[in-house]
């Protein structure tokens, strides 16, 4: 079974600040990891994916992920935060193996301030 | 390339009545998955098809159904439609099972 857990339903940065959003995944295989941005009334657009090549991934938008084994994390940041990246961000798992379907964290709502 | 396309983008329905969603996958895309969105419960993953087969089914009552037609297009039916099937409707599609997910911009269903 896999799951993912998103710590913190909203965070807020002001602009410019780093943005660090938290993924914890349990999974009894080798997952593949995602992140989605969500836009207010709109789908959600894939940020970026892991499977199982660099470690540290780089997304669209300057954000990137590092997928850490030992922690089980697949935390999202970006250096600096724009106004434009509020948004609901969302982390998913899915085994390498198998047939499965992609399991999804709660969200996480982020708030950028002037 | 086109991406997913859902239709329609809004719809106001009823206590009791019945509505049909429909998805047009990305050209190429023979998975089709549909979530329901809502504030309460975040992302449900509702079924997927795979070619016309369901390939998988979440914990939904069977007032909930689909189908795949042979050009991979899917369209979703809730009947009996209770005021908690207000959400939004999420189709997504992918090239095969490990592939990110592409989704559409939803379908926002009201129940009244």
């Known amino acids: 079974a896999q799951s993912v857990t998103q710590l913190g339903s909203h965070v807020s940065v002001s602009e410019g600040a780093l943005v660090l959003l938290r993924c914890n995944y349990s999974?009894?295989?080798?997952?593949?990891l995602f992140w989605y941005v969500q836009y207010p009334n709109q789908g959600l657009q894939l940020l970026l994916k892991?499977?199982?090549?660099?470690?540290l991934v780089k997304g669209i938008n300057g954000f990137e992920a590092e997928f850490k084994k030992s922690e089980t994390s697949f935390h999202l940041t970006k250096p600096s935060a724009h106004m434009s990246d509020a948004a609901e961000y969302f982390c998913?798992?899915?085994?390498?193996?198998?047939?499965?379907?992609?399991?999804f964290g709660k969200g996480t709502m982020l708030l950028v301030s002037p | 390339k086109a991406g997913v396309t859902q239709t329609p983008r809004y719809l106001i329905k009823t206590r009791g009545q019945q509505v049909t969603l429909s998805c047009s996958p990305i050209?190429?895309?023979?998975?089709v998955s549909w979530y329901q969105q809502t504030p309460g419960q975040g992302l449900q993953f509702l079924f997927e098809?795979?070619?016309?087969?369901?390939?998988n089914k979440g914990n939904f009552p069977g007032r909930f159904s689909g189908r795949q037609f042979s050009n991979s297009r899917s369209e979703m039916n809730v009947s009996t439609l209770e005021l908690g099937d207000s959400a939004l409707y999420l189709c997504?599609?992918?090239?095969?099972?490990?592939?990110?997910?592409?989704f559409g911009n939803g379908t926002r269903l009201t129940v009244t």
């Open positions: 892991y499977t199982s090549a660099a470690t």
């Open positions: 998913a798992v899915i085994p390498n193996s198998g047939y499965s379907t992609l399991t």
């Open positions: 999974s009894s295989v080798p997952p593949y």
């Open positions: 997504a599609s992918r090239q095969e099972h490990n592939s990110p997910l592409h």
């Open positions: 098809y795979f070619s016309e087969t369901q390939r």
């Open positions: 050209s190429g895309h023979r998975s």
